[in-house]
């Protein structure tokens, strides 16, 4: 194959990418935010970002070492599938290198507007309770509080 070949060949692997993310766009992108499930994600299970999308880069990756090694086949998605699902997370990781301010300030915005369910709560110990001094509520921050608050922790990185 000659290098332009290949370049004509690459070109239409990156636009089968293209064609992948805007056909999955509503996975990466809910809420119209790049990034944002991933960004949830990492705030759920208290991890990085980058954490966050080294998961799924090693589930491709390490799909796809066992199958060039000739270990297993891939059974779940084909082999263009694989290497088109992580080009378009190194993608990503290339937008969050380049642009996270632009990402947390958009999923800012979509959080923000989400309703704050913060509330106060008897404390769970019985004993506690019955104690007779003051009530002594617990505050339980809300989902969308605690999101804002790791998107500020994020933009203090
Ligand atoms: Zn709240």
């Given at each position: 194959?000659?290098?332009?070949?290949?370049?004509?060949?690459?070109?239409e692997?990156y636009g089968n990418?293209v064609?992948?993310?805007?056909?999955?766009?509503?996975?990466?992108?809910?809420?119209?935010?790049?990034?944002?499930?991933?960004?949830?994600?990492?705030?759920?299970?208290?991890?990085?970002?980058?954490?966050?999308?080294?998961?799924?880069?090693?589930?491709?990756?390490?799909?796809?070492?066992?199958?060039?090694?000739?270990?297993?086949?891939?059974?779940?998605?084909?082999?263009?599938?694989?290497?088109?699902?992580?080009?378009?997370?190194?993608?990503?990781?290339?937008?969050?290198?380049?642009?996270?301010?632009?990402?947390?300030?958009?999923?800012?915005?979509?959080?923000?507007?989400?309703?704050?369910?913060?509330?106060?709560?008897?404390?769970?110990?019985?004993?506690?309770?019955?104690?007779?001094?003051?009530?002594?509520?617990?505050?339980?921050?809300?989902?969308?509080?605690?999101?804002?608050?790791?998107?500020?922790?994020?933009?203090?990185?």
């Amino acid at each position: 194959m000659t290098p332009d070949a290949f370049i004509e060949f690459a070109s239409e692997f990156y636009g089968n990418c293209v064609a992948i993310m805007q056909a999955k766009n509503s996975d990466y992108s809910p809420d119209d935010v790049t990034l944002g499930e991933v960004l949830e994600t990492a705030c759920d299970l208290h991890i990085t970002v980058q954490q966050a999308l080294g998961v799924h880069l090693r589930k491709h990756w390490s799909a796809l070492v066992t199958h060039l090694d000739g270990k297993r086949p891939l059974r779940s998605e084909s082999v263009d599938n694989r290497l088109h699902d992580a080009a378009n997370y190194l993608a990503l990781v290339c937008l969050w290198e380049r642009a996270h301010t632009t990402v947390i300030d958009a999923m800012r915005g979509v959080v923000s507007a989400r309703p704050c369910e913060c509330h106060l709560h008897p404390p769970e110990d019985p004993l506690r309770a019955m104690s007779g001094g003051p009530p002594g509520l617990v505050l339980v921050v809300c989902r969308r509080c605690l999101l804002i608050g790791y998107l500020d922790l994020l933009s203090t990185l």
